[in-house]
């Protein structure tokens, strides 16, 4: 055990103890008054389109534009040489990790527009501006650019071999950066004294994000300064980042986000798009907008997961964990962005051993380059994948041992007495109980009911199959958020906040939040996020909103009344300990003596009353859950449908159920999609991108889904925040995954198949039966 500073208050207990608020942003929502960017419209903005590579890896050998520049409605057309002429530098990457020599990551710069040659498939090479997006579109058929066409590689197994095609001198090899955690001798002997040895490899495939909102961007600037109109979870880091392109002041540029239609994490950082229509907008002095199209999306917007595992996992003849081995190379893409090789080299590794207690660990992990658009952060960007893998070890160690799955979770998890448990890489989870969340689970997925189930499945000539997982995620990424909230002299309440709202309904929790600390009406309360003159923070990541964020906003709100105290003691001619605070009104204790919220702004001398308070949890949160699925496979077709999936969550407080609840269920969704559904695949030879479309990259519909069963255990509150809560944003995909292929592979199991590879298509699952 470890010690553990404690920052729980148990007075929040109470908040979410009251009815959870309805969500306050769907009737604006759902009657078509969002604010998306696509929807914002400037007098006299002109559009810009981008000339992207047909190759996968070429060397740019020339780029003419003048029968371009020359085209109806033309303002002007630019290759990487204007950008460098007018010294715009290149989007970095966090300097974080090293190569196996101790040298810094190295991977090919990540320009505006190519320089001198493309690494991948839809990389930009020339923009266009025009008056209309018809005669930009029309203009960049003009442009002229020569390739000479390279060898390209895709596969980073296959990147590494020696003779495969190199990317990049400064990383030999194709490897961008790699990391290694553990004792490699320990786990030698633990291998060789170990009764039963379970090894895997696994491949978590590449996903397209595919936001129902393609990304767009508008810049406009005026009086030296540019606003971006964007969508960004992380807009303050968007500035820095600005600021370093245009090698100016963050303080030039001002981000405005409006309503996100869906994130999951790519939608964070700086793109070059976001950097092109600023250019654009301090060259042209006009508004310019860019509007990515699906194909654009899935060509040119980062992509997730894409890993390939080799390991193993060691046990005693009782089935007990001595010690588990793990060699990853990820595929990180061509051209990395922020979050590119932290997920592989940090994030996974932190969650690898998941709920158990492992003794030994060695993890090697290679951060690889090839010719293909970069991975980054995907919902649980780097969680789903250790989960999964740790996952399907723990149920193949149960079917070579013949031990029940739930027995040997249960064998294995860390005990509460163990709880604050030291983590290999120097993580502290702070409390859990893990069997308790498992037993939880079985009960709503009725465990024991499952034989009877299966034997109708069998009578109407159907294979069914259970699969059950127990996973950990992490949350609370760059643990510092500052809120602050100003009263006005009409009574409006108003909350700023650095976190970001992408359709997980922050303004309802926030309000709520507020209401209950300040005993006001709903109606009182404004929530600011996304605009960096107004409000600045890490944004939302990494679940990380309720964790840091609400609790900022819970600390802003005492501080309110601390405060208020002090101003009305002032009014009232009182003391400060002498005054009371309820239901928006300070009061000389014992007396009818009062004054409200809004009237102590009046007495200001700017008629406000502004405070700001700052949450840094001590550790970050670890929820954690199990979830069940079940399914029935038709023998004939492969087809597979999803009838039960349940679920019970460890998410410490919970401030609104039906917002955790719909997170679940959207990750839940997610979580299937890969498990049966999704994979973006690139062709060997060529490079390009076959799953381009809708049509080619399958997303799961309604009617694929069963209605989740969701469970919360909310008895052992977060220690290390303010709420105990812990985030749930991406805990629903982490479990989902590994609980459908399970599942799956269970129903199959009476065929002999024991090792399918995601996603478990029905024509994949058909091949396997007919293969034996």
């Not at 207690?357 to 380059?369: F, G, M, T």
């Not at 954690?624 to 077709?637: F, H, M």
């Amino acid at each position: 055990m470890t010690e553990l500073a404690i920052q729980f208050d148990p007075d929040s207990a109470r908040f979410g103890a009251s009815r959870s608020q309805k969500r306050i942003e769907d009737d604006r929502l759902l009657t078509g008054r969002g604010l998306f960017s696509d929807d914002r419209d400037f007098p006299e903005a002109a559009t810009l389109v981008l000339v992207r590579s047909p190759y996968a890896h070429a060397r740019v050998t020339s780029c003419d534009l003048a029968d371009a520049r020359g085209a109806p409605g033309v303002l002007a057309a630019w290759s990487i040489d204007d950008l460098k002429q007018d010294g715009l530098g290149h989007i970095p990457f966090p300097p974080l990790f090293k190569q196996a020599d101790g040298s810094p990551m190295e991977a090919p710069l990540r320009t505006l527009l190519a320089d001198g040659a493309v690494y991948h498939v839809g990389q930009a090479v020339a923009a266009i501006v025009a008056e209309t997006r018809e005669q930009a579109q029309d203009a960049a058929e003009r442009v002229m650019i020569d390739f000479e066409d390279l060898p390209c590689v895709t596969d980073p197994r296959r990147a590494i071999e020696p003779g495969a095609p190199q990317l990049w001198p400064g990383a030999p090899g194709n490897i961008a950066a790699e990391s290694r955690y553990g004792d490699t001798q320990g786990m030698d002997d633990a291998i060789a004294r170990a009764a039963h040895v379970v090894e895997l490899e696994l491949h978590n495939q590449r996903l397209i994000a595919n936001a129902i909102e393609p990304r767009c961007a508008i810049a406009v600037h005026a009086s030296g300064r540019t606003t971006l109109y964007t969508q960004n979870q992380t807009s303050t880091g968007a500035r820095q980042l600005l600021g370093d392109v245009f090698k100016t002041k963050p303080e030039d540029f001002r981000i405005i986000v409006g309503d996100i239609g869906g994130g999951f994490g790519m939608k964070t950082g700086l793109t070059p798009e976001d950097a092109l229509v600023c250019y654009a907008a301090r060259k042209l002095g006009r508004p310019v907008k860019w509007r990515g199209e699906r194909s654009e999306e899935f060509l040119a917007a980062h992509m997730g997961r894409d890993q390939h595992y080799s390991a193993a996992l060691a046990l005693d003849k009782d089935g007990r964990i001595l010690g588990l081995r793990m060699r990853m190379i990820a595929n990180i893409g061509a051209v990395p962005v922020g979050s590119s090789a932290i997920i592989p080299l940090a994030l996974g590794p932190k969650v690898q051993a998941t709920v158990y207690h492992v003794p030994l660990i060695d993890y090697h992990v290679r951060a690889v380059l090839t010719n293909t658009m970069a991975t980054g952060a995907y919902r649980g960007a780097g969680r789903p994948e250790a989960n999964y893998l740790m996952e399907r070890l723990m149920d193949r160690a149960a079917r070579v041992m013949n031990i029940d799955p739930v027995v040997l979770r249960q064998r294995n998890f860390i005990r509460p007495e163990q709880f604050p448990y030291a983590t290999h890489l120097g993580e502290t989870y702070d409390v859990g109980d893990f069997a308790r969340v498992l037993e939880r689970a079985l009960e709503v997925a009725d465990w024991k009911g499952y034989p009877a189930r299966a034997a109708e499945s069998k009578r109407r000539g159907k294979l069914r199959g259970r699969g059950l997982s127990s996973y950990l995620e992490w949350t609370g990424a760059l643990p510092t958020e500052t809120v602050d909230i100003q009263i006005d002299a009409d009574g409006a309440i108003t909350v700023f906040s650095g976190t970001q709202a992408m359709g997980q309904g922050l303004e309802t929790t926030y309000t709520q939040l507020i209401t209950e600390v300040l005993q006001i009406p709903v109606g009182q309360i404004h929530i600011v996020q996304g605009d960096t003159d107004r409000a600045n923070g890490v944004g939302s990541v990494g679940s990380r909103s309720a964790f840091v964020g609400g609790s900022a906003v819970v600390a802003a709100g005492r501080q309110v009344i601390v405060r208020g105290k002090e101003l009305a003691a002032e009014v009232l001619e009182a003391a400060p300990g002498d005054i009371e605070y309820r239901d928006g009104q300070f009061r000389i204790a014992g007396t009818d003596r009062a004054i409200g919220l809004a009237e102590l702004a009046t007495r200001q001398p700017d008629r406000i009353v502004r405070v700001s308070a700052t949450q840094t949890p001590s550790t970050p949160s670890w929820p954690n859950g199990a979830q069940i699925c079940e399914v029935e496979i038709d023998p004939e077709t492969g087809v597979i449908e999803v009838v039960r999936h349940s679920s019970c969550d460890d998410l410490g407080r919970i401030i609104n159920h039906p917002i955790v609840e719909g997170q679940v269920h959207g990750g839940v969704a997610q979580g299937l999609g890969q498990a049966l559904f999704e994979q973006a695949v690139y062709d060997e030879s060529s490079g390009q991108l076959l799953t381009g479309s809708l049509m080619d990259y399958a997303v799961p519909r309604a009617a694929d889904l069963p209605s989740v069963q969701c469970a919360f255990e909310e008895g052992i509150p977060c220690k290390t925040n303010l709420l105990g809560v812990k985030g749930c944003g991406e805990i629903g995909t982490i479990g989902s995954v590994p609980a459908a292929v399970h599942a799956v592979l269970d129903a199959l199991a009476e065929r002999g198949v024991t090792q399918l590879e995601m996603p478990l298509t029905p024509e994949r699952i058909w091949r396997a039966l007919h293969a034996g």
